[in-house]
T-cell receptor, first 112, second 115 residues
Framework: DAKTTQPPSMDCAEGRAANLPCNHS???????VYWYRQIHSQGPQYIIH???NNETNEMASLIITEDRKSSTLILPHATLRDTAVYYC?????????????FGAGTTVTVRA | DVKVTQSSRYLVKRTGEKVFLECVQD?????MFWYRQDPGLGLRLIYF???????EKGDIPEGYSVSREKKERFSLILESASTNQTSMYLC??????????????FGNGTRLTVT
């Protein structure tokens, strides 16, 4: 799996958009970008994934650059409940190798 | 929404006890997984199962076994609990390998303390 780089922490004001960057310069052509988050004392939660095109679901939007070397997760209207550690992962899709490595992630703190 | 339910949020067991951790998913997922999460070590895969009665070892299977008698249920067994098995245990499920995307859906975890 390609390695990812994320900022260790960021703050966001409640109600504003939160833009979380992720660098994955060694990504290969068939690797997907996945985002998960983990709220304190809970299991990781899947947010969104994409390959080349931008993706949007009820939780977030994922913007992938044209060269696919970086991406941004956008939480459109952050709430206090979005305070969590956010993990960007790059990996091949369906694989029997589910040795998922989350890395350190970005600790996002949403402030009132 | 996918729901992965782990039977206990907190467990305290004594060294040498046999411990059962239960996990149930309600989305008819073929794959199920057991991880443990420790500070500084991230998530480590213990075992996974891609079908009923099938199992595969992950990175750290020693001291653990698993059982999958029904599609929706995946049990982790600590044969003889030891203090180094104190950890957060996370169960996850996903669609069958071969389906694009196949994100993991996690339960809320069981924090096990072995004294």
């Amino acid at each position: 799996d390609a390695k990812t780089t994320q900022p260790p922490s960021m703050d966001c004001a409640e109600g504003r958009a939160a833009n979380l960057p992720c660098n994955h310069s060694t990504i290969s052509g068939n690797e997907y970008v996945y985002w998960y988050r983990q709220i304190h004392s809970q299991g990781p939660q899947y947010i969104i994934h994409g390959l080349k095109n931008n993706e949007t679901n009820e939780m977030a939007s994922l913007i992938i650059t044209e060269d696919r070397k970086s991406s941004t997760l956008i939480l459109p209207h952050a709430t206090l409940r979005d305070t969590a550690v956010y993990y960007c992962i790059v990996r091949l899709p369906p694989s029997n190798d589910y040795k998922l490595s989350f890395g350190a992630g970005t600790t996002v703190t949403v402030r009132a | 929404d996918v729901k992965v339910t782990q039977s206990s949020r907190y467990l305290v067991k004594r060294t040498g006890e046999k411990v059962f951790l239960e996990c149930v998913q309600d989305m008819d997922h073929e794959n199920m997984f057991w991880y443990r999460q420790d500070p500084g070590l991230g998530l480590r895969l213990i075992y996974f199962s891609y079908d009923v009665k099938m199992k595969e070892k992950g990175d750290i299977p020693e001291g653990y076994s698993v059982s999958r008698e029904k599609k929706e249920r995946f049990s982790l067994i600590l044969e003889s609990a030891s203090t180094n098995q104190t950890s957060m245990y996370l169960c996850a499920s996903s669609k069958r390998v071969g389906q694009v995307g196949s994100p993991l859906h996690f339960g809320n975890g069981t924090r096990l303390t072995v004294t």
